[in-house]
């Protein structure tokens, strides 16, 4: 079946990093769109990062950009999110998710992993 397993999260203070994982399985991992989002308590999804098949083309959201990266091994079927600079807005639940099309829209996002939690403190 499929799986999308996250890993990575943790506590860390502002001006920190970590670097998120999402380990997939059960499908053709190179053929989907990737994507990373977040929850904080208390508010809806939020789309973070989209990358396409290749990793060639990478979107972020405006509130991220320039401090996440996201990339892709498509040999190890394993997705990434680097995140410099965090800051305690960055706070959340982070999923991975896998689209069949490119997109930023959370429905259109067929499979999802757990989470991995994050906290950002001041």
């Known amino acids: 079946q499929v799986q999308l397993v996250e890993s990575g999260g943790g506590s860390v203070q502002a001006g920190g990093s970590l670097r998120l994982s999402c380990a997939a399985s059960?499908?053709?991992?190179?053929?989907?769109?990737m994507g990373w989002f977040r929850q904080a308590p208390g508010t809806g999804r939020e789309w973070v990062s989209s990358?396409?098949?290749?990793?060639?083309?990478?979107a972020y959201a405006d509130s991220v950009k320039g401090r996440f990266t996201v990339s892709r091994d498509n040999a190890k079927n394993t997705l990434y999110l680097q995140m410099n600079s965090l800051k305690p807005e960055d706070t959340g639940m982070y999923y991975c998710?896998?689209?069949?099309?490119?997109?930023?829209?959370?429905?259109?996002?067929?499979?999802w992993g757990q989470g991995t939690q994050v906290t950002v403190s001041s």
């Open positions: 990358i396409n098949t290749s990793g060639a083309i990478t």
């Open positions: 998710a896998a689209a069949p099309r490119w997109t930023s829209v959370d429905s259109l996002f067929n499979y």
């Open positions: 059960g499908y053709t991992y190179k053929n989907y769109i």
